[in-house]
């Protein structure tokens, strides 16, 4: 069985990449606004690598990490938290809350990524998050989602990824195409031992039309929609741009920013 040390860096290491995410925000924050983000809101937080990181960039930038789970917060605060300075550890809070309950504080940028919002399986309960988020943004401020699909999504199938110090296993062992509702898992492989079912969703597999939808439904008065360019191989090469028309492929994920 997978240590809390070892659960948690094999999950970081194989799914979240936060520089590039922390990178895509301000990007295209200052296109929308002119000027760079401060407060960022980084719902379904876990363990905070994100908003920790966040608070790094400048002695105004706070970030706060909002999360059910206590697991993955105690986590990030011996690996993230602690290493902090004094003053951005002042800037940087976990909350252990639902993102449901309002907050004191505004913020300028609000993240769900991940595909954490696809807990919500009705699309009261997706359009009541949405609404909640929006309350919660500043007047210039920007939600971003992230959102994956593909022809592929709906089949049940494992997809391996290796790294160097371990294997990354992606499983969709359920899903029922009358409902949407599906059952993912994340296994992982370090040497000759497997760990199986390390993580575990019970999900909603949302549409980019769905949420765009949803969004508009909430409040927000626009929804942009990005495309990730293709490299040599056909492959994704991390570079995003706006669009409304494409392809569809056998797996795609994107991201989807809503300005209230």
Known sequence: MLSLEQKYHLYENSVQCHSAD????????????GKKPLVLREDFGGTGLLACSWTSQSPDHKAYGIDLDPEPMKYG???????????????????????????????????????????????????????????GLNPDGVFFLDIFGGTETGQELVEETEHDSHSYFWDCDKFNPI???????????????????????????WSIAEIREILMDAG?????TF??????????????????????????????????
């Open 22 to 33: 922390i990178d895509f925000i301000n990007e295209q924050y200052q296109k929308i606004h």
């Open 77 to 135: 605060m011996t690996n993230h938290y602690s290493k902090l300075t004094e003053d951005q550890k002042a800037r940087m809070h976990y909350i252990e809350g639902n993102v449901l309950h309002d907050q004191e504080f505004k913020a300028d940028v609000t993240v769900a990524f991940n595909f954490s919002y696809f807990i919500f399986k009705k699309r009261h309960e997706l359009i009541d998050y949405f609404k909640k988020v929006k309350a």
């Open 179 to 205: 409902t949407n509702e599906c059952q993912y898992y994340i296994h992982f492989k370090v040497g000759n031992t497997k760990y199986e079912q390390a993580f575990s969703y019970n999900w909603r597999m």
């Open 220 to 224: 927000f008065s626009k929804v942009i």
């Open 227 to 260: 495309w990730e360019g293709e490299d040599e191989d056909g492959d994704g090469d991390g570079n995003f741009y706006i669009s409304d028309k494409e392809e569809n492929c056998e797996s795609w994920v994107t991201y989807i920013a809503a300005i209230p």
